[in-house]
């Protein structure tokens, strides 16, 4: 990117500070049988929830492999309570994030042992997972957003941070290495964005920023009326465009991560980019089916991200296209 925006350089300052401050390690009073069936339940939570995250997790080694799922069913089941809606979700959050960062361990909670178990053994700042938390009990209220600055940092605070999560969990040279997972976090979050357009019109919901909307003659009854002509089109090529930068962006941050890591965090990026190329296909509408990529789709692109990640091995720079 030629000129970092605001909106960056703001988010860069911020998670620069969060990876500065290690986090701490819980006290875990459970025996080594519970904390297996913990993970256990969290590789469930995964394959049934991501089939995509769950085949990018499975080329990892084992240890980090269940770290990652078990980081995933930590996200997912903050999503899952913000889903309940109204006082109730609030109330369940409100618990939840108490729990999530808690030096005494709920044992009898599968997801929050295993995650406390990921956060002490990888030293994951508490700080990250209370931005994703705090962001997910705003999106309760906070159902719209008037520009793609505003977007931008709700998209950090609910994936940028599980990136930057998970980098802790891969290995990172360096605080160089957090500008690219931040760029790929809020790839990854606005690919979802672009997918669920009818299903979160559904919750009440709109992510596309407003002034966009308003630039290409558009509206929230708009997207109620399930409207595909030429302005949505307009405007979800223009959405489209901006995720791919993302993605290219990011890509350099790849050689960034440790060996072992690098073709995992490459596939769920590729594989995930996908689903933009299949709204493409479909005349870009998001309303009545749902964007995706096949299982042997994704198995035939495998072996073409290896041969990327070979060629970018050992030069941060090299990966540009």
């Keep these: 990117m030629s000129q970092t925006p605001d909106w960056e350089t703001q988010l860069n300052q911020e998670a620069i500070q969060c990876v500065r401050t290690p986090g701490d390690a819980p006290h875990i009073a459970a025996t080594e049988q519970q904390v297996q069936q913990a993970f256990a339940e969290c590789e469930r939570i995964t394959a049934c929830n991501s089939k995509t995250f769950h085949l990018a997790t499975s080329l ?11 980081l995933y069913a930590f996200c997912r089941t903050t999503d899952d309570i913000v889903d309940l809606g109204g006082d109730s979700a609030s109330r369940e959050l409100s618990r939840w994030r108490q729990k999530a960062v808690s030096p005494q361990v709920d044992a009898t909670d599968p997801v929050i042992l295993a995650w406390s178990r990921v956060r002490g053994d990888y030293s994951i700042p508490g700080t990250l997972a209370l931005r994703l938390i705090e962001a997910m009990a705003d999106d309760i209220a906070h159902t719209r957003y ?15 941070t599980v990136g930057l999560m998970s980098m802790h969990i891969t290995g990172f040279e360096g605080e160089e290495a957090i500008p690219y997972a931040i760029r790929l976090g809020i790839a990854l979050q606005l690919t979802n964005i672009l997918r669920d357009v009818g299903e979160d019109w559904q919750r009440g919901r709109v ?24 302005r949505w089109r307009s405007l979800m090529r223009l959405q489209i465009a901006r995720a791919r930068e993302m993605y290219r962006a990011a890509w350099p941050g790849i050689a960034m991560l440790s060996p072992d890591g ?5 596939a769920a990026a ?3 980019s996908g689903i933009l190329g299949d709204i493409e296909a479909h005349g870009y509408d998001v309303f009545t089916r749902r964007a995706h990529v096949s299982a042997v789709g994704k198995l035939l692109r495998l072996p073409g991200i290896w041969w990327r990640v070979r060629r970018l091995a050992g030069s941060p720079t090299s990966g540009r296209e």
């Design 60 to 70: 990892l080694p084992r240890p980090k492999q269940l770290a990652m799922r078990g």
């Design 146 to 160: 008037p520009s793609f600055a505003h977007l931008a940092d709700y998209c950090y605070a609910v994936a940028a």
């Design 207 to 230: 992510y596309l920023p407003q002034d966009e909307l308003a630039r290409h003659g558009l509206s929230d009854e708009d997207i109620g009326r399930a409207v595909v002509d030429d």
């Design 262 to 266: 690098q073709f995992a965090v490459a």
């Design 270 to 272: 590729h594989l995930y």
